[in-house]
């Protein structure tokens, strides 16, 4: 069964760091690679970042390159986001999701955590 729980969203000033968790179980973690999705109200799911299962691969939207790094812990089954440099424009409700490969489009996930609420000011 996949399990997929985000936390760590939260309220941060421009140029400030949060770092997203994405708990996941021993079956997840080692069948699924994740991906983490950024939605705003009225928009589509937004990619942001991806791990292969082994962590040994890594994709990033432009967007993001240089500012956000995802990372796994396969010890404790987590995927983390660390978002660092943020900007007003990365305030979104940030989701996990699995699949079975890397991908950019949100189509290709099935499983998809609850979201977690970032918010930049200025």
């Known amino acids: 069964q996949v399990q997929l729980v985000e936390s760590g969203g939260g309220l941060v000033q421009a140029g400030g760091s949060l770092r997203l968790s994405c708990a996941t179980n021993a079956y997840t973690s080692r069948t699924y690679t994740m991906g983490w999705f950024r939605q705003v109200p009225g928009k589509g799911r937004e990619f942001v970042a991806a791990?292969?299962?082994?962590?040994?691969?890594?994709d990033y939207a432009d967007s993001v390159v240089g500012r956000f790094t995802i990372s796994k812990d396969n010890a404790k089954n987590t995927v983390y986001l660390q978002m660092n440099s943020l900007k007003p424009e990365d305030t979104a409700v940030y989701l996990c999701?699995?699949?079975?490969?890397?991908?950019?489009?949100?189509?290709?996930?099935?499983?998809w955590g609850q979201g977690t609420q970032v918010t930049v000011s200025s």
């Open positions: 999701a699995a699949n079975r490969a890397i991908s950019l489009f949100d189509r290709d996930y099935g499983y």
């Open positions: 791990i292969s299962r082994s962590g040994g691969s890594t």
